[in-house]
């Protein structure tokens, strides 16, 4: 009788081969899958948010607040008339730079954690009017009522709104030339305050963001009522600040809850602030235009608080906090072709490549020459035709807002033809802007440069420059270089001054530029941060397609 053979060993090794290999396509098609799942999850989230960001930016954009002295200050020009200056208003530029003050305040798009025990949360707001005459320290066991030197007047919003200062007479008359100041900015600048004469209420927003706005973050955190209702409940001339006054609260409970709320700003991380600032707007109920969404409408994979600092944000399929730009002035759209749907920073092709455009400025007043540029020392021959040729007005309005500058103006290498203004001559530069939404993609890396991120493998940190006498103010101005999504290190976006590498003050008057340009050599708006980063970033600009991230 003959008996059946077995398999041989190496039957079974083939067999098992085949197995693994049909188990490796197996695998394969399932991590395809999930991460395509992840992908669309992510991208229909973005989707949602950019529908409902999209509706309030509109409805906000149809608003017209009214100019106060300090936008009709920013939007004069100054011309020549000899040895002098003559001043002339500009009533249209002064309203546009109020809707663009009031853009702002409600619609922020970062805060950061600072040593403010009244106003811990700073939107990025700089102090209003550098060159005032005004304290820069603000204590909060300083008397501040009824002075000009209120530790919290430059501070307040619409911009300037707190400023006391003294005036020639007729500036802003209907005059139409001017006297000129002592000084380009101080002692002439406003008439409001806090107490005293000026009788002026506390204004509508604080440290760079609207009360409304800082109320759908600060309720997050623990504060009651009377602490987050926009009014000011204690009589003192500030708005929902953290006192127990301003709490209706005695001090023991204070006491107390302050701590829970300290504990919790103490875990906060930077990375998350983008995310937490997006909820608050869309479903906190922050701003003239309450919430967009209700907390029910995402499920715990879209909004978690990552940092465990009371605050929620909305993170991608892969639990990470998604990134919010308002005016991501730098940031570009590559569509393919030399096509950007947003420019940002690219270089232009040639002369007869369109330029794009503001939309929130399209007469374009704000790249005006006449504006923007300092006639007076041109018409002296004291300016080269390089970005310090600009006005002390277009620099200012430019480190409370957006940059008005060609990042490429003083790179020597620049070919002819390639900046925004087709002469070459005024490196003024005006961005077509659509905020933006962005998550890291799979890789966790971000394609846009953060404050505080180290961007190369070699273990070397990247430092800030030597640091001023006010760290927040410091920590402000940076988070406003990172506000424009460039793809470079906002360490190494401070520019030079007169005298060569810049060391900002806290004034911000080592050089007139300031903010947002190059350094002389070129080399650094692309330093230290690798293509590959952004290259499967998800974002609002391009949700037709994954892998959309900033070139």
Do not use: C
Not at 200 to 216: K, L, N, T
Not at 274 to 279: N, Q
């Amino acid at each position: 009788m003959r008996r059946d053979r077995g398999f041989t060993l190496i039957e079974l090794g083939v067999v098992i081969v085949i197995i693994g290999i049909l188990m490796s396509f197996l695998l394969a098609a399932s991590w395809e899958g999930l991460r395509r799942a992840e992908e669309r999850g992510t991208q229909s989230l973005i989707l949602k948010l950019d529908a409902a960001m999209a509706d309030r930016v509109e409805a906000l954009s149809l608003q017209r607040p009214p100019a106060n002295v300090a936008h009709r200050y920013l939007a004069m020009t100054e011309l020549p008339s000899g040895t002098a200056r003559v001043y002339r208003q500009s009533p249209n530029r002064a309203r546009l730079i109020a809707k663009i003050d009031y853009l702002r305040r409600e619609l922020p798009d970062v805060f950061f954690v600072q040593a403010d025990d009244r106003y811990p949360l700073n939107f990025a707001g700089l102090a209003f009017f550098p060159e005032t005459a005004l304290p820069v320290a603000r204590s909060t066991s300083a008397s501040f009522l009824g002075t000009a030197a209120s530790p919290y007047a430059r501070y307040l919003l619409p911009l300037g709104h707190g400023v006391q200062s003294s005036r020639p007479a007729g500036l802003f008359d209907d005059e139409p030339t001017l006297p000129r100041p002592q000084t380009p900015i101080q002692n002439h600048v406003l008439r409001y305050g806090l107490g005293g004469t000026s009788n002026a209420p506390a204004g509508e927003g604080i440290f760079g963001g609207s009360y409304s706005v800082m109320a759908a973050l600060t309720r997050q955190l623990g504060y009651p009522e009377a602490g987050s209702n926009g009014s000011d409940d204690d009589g003192n001339g500030l708005v929902d600040e953290k006192t127990a006054s301003e709490f209706q609260m005695d001090s023991g409970d204070f006491a107390a809850l302050n701590a829970r709320i300290n504990a919790r700003l103490q875990n906060h991380s930077h990375v998350t602030a983008r995310a937490e600032m997006l909820y608050a707007i869309l479903v906190g109920g922050a701003g003239p235009l309450g919430s967009a969404f209700s907390p029910d409408d995402f499920t715990d994979r879209e909004v978690r608080d990552t940092d465990n600092d009371g605050l929620m944000e909305f993170v991608d399929a892969w639990g990470r906090p998604l990134q919010f730009y308002r005016w991501p002035t730098y940031y570009t759209t590559d569509l393919g072709s030399n096509r950007s749907f947003q420019k940002g920073a690219g270089e232009y092709q040639n002369r007869v490549e369109p330029r794009q455009q503001n939309t929130i400025d399209p007469n374009q007043s704000l790249v005006a020459p006449g504006w923007w540029a300092d006639m007076v020392e041109q018409a002296g021959g004291g300016l080269p035709p390089s970005s310090e040729q600009m006005s002390s007005r277009a620099n200012l309005f430019q480190q409370h807002f957006f940059s008005l500058v060609d990042p490429q103006a003083d790179v020597p290498q620049a070919v002819p033809g390639r900046l925004w203004d087709r002469t070459d001559y005024y490196k003024r530069r005006a961005y077509f802007t659509k905020f933006l939404i962005t998550s890291a993609g799979p890789d966790g890396r971000l394609g846009t440069g953060s404050f505080g991120v180290l961007y190369d493998d070699s273990g070397t940190s990247l430092q800030p420059p030597a640091i001023i006498s006010d760290p927040d103010a410091f920590t402000a101005r940076m988070i406003l270089l990172e506000n424009q999504a460039a793809r470079s290190n906002p360490f190494a976006r401070i520019v030079k001054g007169a005298a060569g590498p810049l060391t900002i003050d806290e004034a911000g008057q080592a050089g007139r530029l300031g903010l947002y340009q190059l350094q002389p050599s070129g080399e650094i708006y692309s330093i230290l941060m690798r293509d590959e980063w952004g290259a499967d970033d998800i974002t609002n600009h391009n949700l037709t397609t994954t892998g959309t991230g900033a070139r």
